[in-house]
């Protein structure tokens, strides 16, 4: 089975695979938290209630949410081709992977940040506490575990998704198993980018669930 396999190729792939993961987590959280912290404050019981801006955040996170990854792959080339300049490859990947991963996300902050007791947010506003400061001292310290869980969850649809925009050469283990397990028939070389992308999350759910034990540990 291991005889005849494309090393480098599957290397290549991999390591394609992490980079693109990589950006897109980057990216992901630097949309996907603050989008989760604004759905919170601006919607019901919110510390700055507007339920226009609420709902129109809300509408726009289930639209994109609602969206198959692979129509979203198709449906974001235009937008990709400005972005990054190509419509296929590895760069090409990582916007509709932010896309589709941030909203996600967001949702999973949003869920989090809703679990902080009342009463925090309450004791902190009776000693003059003003947003900023409930936001970053009380919200996101008494969330943080739940938030870590949510970006390792994140993470691993991340891997899944990045595997799917290999449909349309999209590169990373997805690419390399579909080229040559699909249009080859060479299973074993599919077999092995399944194998390593098995593991690679493996990896992640470990390395997320330990943070989120000792981060649990100390609050």
């Known amino acids: 089975m291991l005889q005849n396999l494309v090393w480098p190729e599957i290397w290549q792939a991999t390591w394609e695979t992490l980079y693109m993961t990589g950006l897109s987590v980057i990216f992901t959280t630097i949309i996907g938290l603050p989008l989760g912290i604004l759905l919170v404050i601006t919607g019901p019981k919110g510390l700055i209630q507007n339920q226009a801006v609420y709902q129109m955040l809300s509408v726009i996170v289930n639209i994109l ?44 902050v949003e869920t989090s940040i809703r679990e902080v007791d009342f009463g925090m947010i309450e004791a902190a506003q009776s000693m003059g506490a003003n947003i900023r400061q409930i936001i970053f001292k009380v919200l996101l310290p008494e969330a943080k575990a739940g938030i870590i869980a949510g970006l390792t969850i994140t993470t691993i649809s991340l891997i899944s998704y990045s595997a799917i925009s290999g449909v349309i050469g999209g590169g990373g283990l997805g690419d390399l198993a579909i080229r040559y397990g699909y249009q080859r028939f060479e299973l074993n070389v599919m077999l092995i980018a399944t194998a390593i992308l098995v593991i690679i999350v493996q990896i992640l759910q470990m390395i997320g669930d330990r943070v989120v034990i000792r981060v649990s540990r100390r609050k």
């Open 65 to 108: 949410r609602s969206i198959p990854f692979v129509i979203l792959l198709i449906l974001m080339i235009p937008v990709t081709e400005v972005l990054v300049g190509q419509a296929i490859g590895v760069q090409a990947a990582i916007p509709p992977l932010v896309v589709a991963a941030a909203p996600f996300y967001a949702r999973l």
